[in-house]
């Protein structure tokens, strides 16, 4: 709940809370803020106000491929049986598609495989969705999600893990070498 304040003060202060075209401006990064606005909301048990959100995004781009995604990612995995359907989530999810393919979709679709209990299928995804992160932010989100998907937990070295609980290590980058000049 702090944090979905702070975020609200934010879009408040930034002059973000209503997405309006005005005439010579870009509106695309107002976009992007109410897109993180509304996955803020997702992870906070929200979906009806990330769907106002989303809502808004679409009424100023209707081809937002990630308001699809997130849209789908709501409709697929919400714990709220009034908002839950599965088929709708799959037609957003399509959209998104159709609109741009990027990694935020693969993610998605992941989560979508693993609400449906399809947890083997969704890890590859998550792979690929790691390698087409061409910033590479969030690579390391997509593994740990592997790892919670596939019931494993990546250890942080505090404290015991519970019974049964697999270690997985974190990947080591190779190390580099100095370059003599």
């Known amino acids: 709940e702090e944090a979905m304040d702070y975020f609200e003060v934010g879009v408040e202060k930034g002059g973000f809370p209503v997405l309006e075209q005005k005439r ?5 990064l107002k976009m992007l803020v109410h897109i993180d606005y509304a996955r803020a909301c997702i992870w906070a048990g929200e979906d ?3 769907q106002e959100i989303l809502a808004g995004v679409l009424e100023v781009d209707e081809l937002s491929s ?3 995604a997130y849209l789908a990612l709501i409709a697929g995995t919400s714990a709220n049986p009034g908002i839950k359907n599965t088929q709708l989530a799959n037609e957003y999810l399509d959209l998104a598609d159709d609109f741009g393919k990027n990694h935020e979709n693969l993610y998605v679709r992941a989560r979508l495989l693993e609400a449906a209990g399809k947890t ?6 998550l792979d ?5 992160d061409g ?3 969030g690579r390391s989100f997509y593994r740990k999600e592997k790892s919670r998907i596939q019931g ?3 250890y942080t070295g505090f404290g015991e893990l519970p019974e049964g609980v697999e270690v997985v290590p974190a990947p080591r980058p190779e ?3 100095p370059q003599r000049w």
């Open 48 to 50: 009806e106000r990330a």
């Open 175 to 177: 190390p580099r070498r």
């Open 152 to 154: 494993r937990r990546s």
């Open 135 to 137: 910033l590479g932010f």
């Open 24 to 28: 010579g401006r870009s509106i695309y």
């Open 120 to 125: 083997s299928m969704a890890g590859p995804l």
């Open 128 to 132: 690929q969705a790691a390698q087409e």
């Open 66 to 68: 990630r308001a699809y």
